[in-house]
């Protein structure tokens, strides 16, 4: 992902993977990018865990400071043996 400072300012970005994977675990990163320097700042995309978006479905965060947003995926678990495109 390089470094997270060119995301500065961004407002519209697209992050996107093919995984294939051969276990699964609750929050498990897919990819993940912090940095923290008085503020969390980061974006992540990973397999979420017991909560609101339920065990093993794709989860994306991206926050600035103390201030974050996230989503997932409901009905679309991951799976082993098989490809898939996060996006």
């Known amino acids: 992902l390089g470094s997270l400072a060119t995301l500065d300012g961004a407002t519209h970005f697209t992050a996107?993977?093919?995984?294939?994977?051969?276990?699964?675990?609750?929050?498990?990163?897919?990819?993940?990018?912090?940095?923290?320097?008085?503020?969390?700042?980061?974006?992540?995309?990973?397999?979420?865990?017991?909560?609101?978006?339920?065990n093993q479905n794709f989860q994306v965060i991206v926050a600035t400071g103390d201030v974050g947003t996230s989503a997932c995926t409901t009905g679309n678990q991951a799976t082993t043996g098989g490809w898939h495109h996060v996006a």
Do not use: K, Q
């Open 16 to 54: 996107e993977a093919w995984v294939n994977f051969t276990s699964l675990s609750d929050w498990a990163n897919i990819f993940s990018r912090a940095r923290n320097d008085g503020y969390y700042n980061r974006i992540e995309l990973s397999l979420s865990g017991p909560g609101a978006c339920g």
